[in-house]
């Protein structure tokens, strides 16, 4: 059975049932306010913003949701800058609006962005041959506290493609991300991701995780990943739901048909109930 979940960015700004534990996942601590390039108040896209700054400096992005060109398609270009939101996942969201017809990604980074970071975001609705959402070649991002919902890459990587690089990706949610092979994740020969903290459901296509190369296979840490479609902890990651306490279990989302990917407090997700004592994935629990 194949399972499409199409996020709405109005239901993540205003979520009825909440949790105000300070432990599960708090927004981004506040960057450096030196060389700090704030979106929209003092640049109206994120992309003038990134055309304003320099390696090391700090894109800072307010709570909304972004669409349109100047808020996809983004090339660092060789900038290694942390490109964060305000306050997380819950309140700032790129919605992509790509298809077959106009393909839009959200993150490009080929140039040797090694200490680039994306923080802090929902990603929703990308659309593009390799990668959805991010396209990662030769370098070493991190992208940490992001949820990725209902993206496309008809080639390889629903939500993020990485070839030649070893990016870490920590305290991400996949969900409902499709490509033709890894709906949430393809690999490619000439680095090693480092995923930690995810949580990887329902996705299509084959695989939730597509290694191509056997120099490529990612090291998974605490990761759930559960009912994706042609399986989840198989091929070359066969065996390791049992290692370095990843998880093959319900995630328990406190309404998925309703697009509310955070977690009931009885998820095994939540870091009361799991081995690592950490939250896995990008939302705290919120509802009762």
């Keep these: 059975m194949r399972f499409l979940f199409v996020l709405i960015p109005a239901l993540l700004l205003g979520m009825a049932c909440s949790d105000d534990s300070p432990t599960d996942n708090d927004p981004p601590p506040p960057p450096p306010q030196d060389n700090t390039f704030s979106v929209p108040a003092e640049h109206p896209t994120i992309a003038e913003a990134i055309a304003a700054a320099s390696s090391g400096d700090t894109v800072l992005v307010a709570d909304g949701t972004y669409t349109g060109d100047g808020n996809r398609d983004l090339d660092l270009g060789g900038k290694s800058l942390i490109i964060v939101s305000e306050n997380g996942p819950l309140t700032t969201t790129l919605d992509l609006a790509g298809d ?15 200490n680039a970071v994306i923080d ?143 977690l009931q407090p009885a998820s095994p997700c939540a870091p009361a109930n799991n081995a690592c004592n950490n939250l896995i994935g990008a939302l705290k629990t919120g509802c009762q």
């Design 100 to 114: 077959s017809a106009n393909p839009h990604l959200g993150f490009l980074m080929n140039s040797g962005e090694d």
């Design 120 to 262: 802090g975001f929902t990603i929703i609705r990308g659309y593009n041959n390799n990668g959805g959402a991010i396209n990662i070649q030769s370098c070493d991002p991190t992208i940490r506290n992001c949820v990725f919902v209902d993206n496309t890459a008809p080639v390889s990587g629903g939500a993020i493609w990485c070839k030649a690089g070893s990016p870490t990706i920590e305290n991400c949610t996949f969900v409902g991300n499709h490509g033709q092979v890894g709906s949430a994740l393809f690999t490619n020969t000439g680095g090693t991701a480092q995923v930690s903290n995810c949580l990887i459901a329902y996705g299509t296509g084959e695989l939730a995780v597509y290694v191509n190369r056997a120099d490529a296979v990612p090291e998974l840490r605490c990761t759930n990943m559960f009912s994706n479609e042609d399986g989840s902890w198989v091929e070359d990651l066969e065996g390791a739901d049992t290692l370095f306490n990843n998880l093959a279990v319900d995630p328990l989302f406190c309404d998925s048909a309703g697009a509310d990917y955070r």
